[in-house]
Nanobody, 114 residues
Framework: QLQAFGGGLVQAGGSLRLSCAAS????????MGWYRQAPGKQRELVAA???????NYANFVKGRFTISRDNAKNTVYLQMNSLKPEDTAVYYC??????????WGQGTQVTVSS
């Protein structure tokens, strides 16, 4: 019900843009965002955006990543600039409804080479 696109391999300092579209069967989405999980590490929040366009970023991406959302398309975007090798991870998008139901995308691999 969530499909993510845009991962890949990029050199340090480069940019990638992730997108994630929620199917029309998911209604009343309150928050959309991204988590990531690197090998051997726990999943961590990267960024989130509410239906009112309030945003929240993890400290390690502030100033480098920008999250945005198209409510009409139920789509969330993550523009990632100045990528670092430590950004290498599988990135998972999610959507959470006003009732608190969370849906997850399949994950997309981002690899940043040094």
């Amino acid at each position: 019900q969530l499909q993510a696109f845009g991962g890949g391999l990029v050199q340090a300092g480069g940019s990638l843009r992730l997108s994630c579209a929620a199917s029309g069967t998911i209604l009343n989405i309150a928050t959309m965002g991204w988590y990531r999980q690197a090998p051997g590490k726990q999943r961590e929040l990267v960024a989130a955006v509410t239906s009112g366009d309030s945003t929240n970023y993890a400290n390690f991406v502030k100033g480098r990543f920008t999250i945005s959302r198209d409510n009409a398309k139920n789509t969330v975007y993550l523009q990632m600039n100045s990528l670092k090798p430590e950004d290498t991870a599988v990135y998972y998008c999610y959507s959470r409804t006003f009732r608190g139901i969370t849906y997850w995308g399949q994950g997309t691999q981002v690899t940043v080479s040094s």
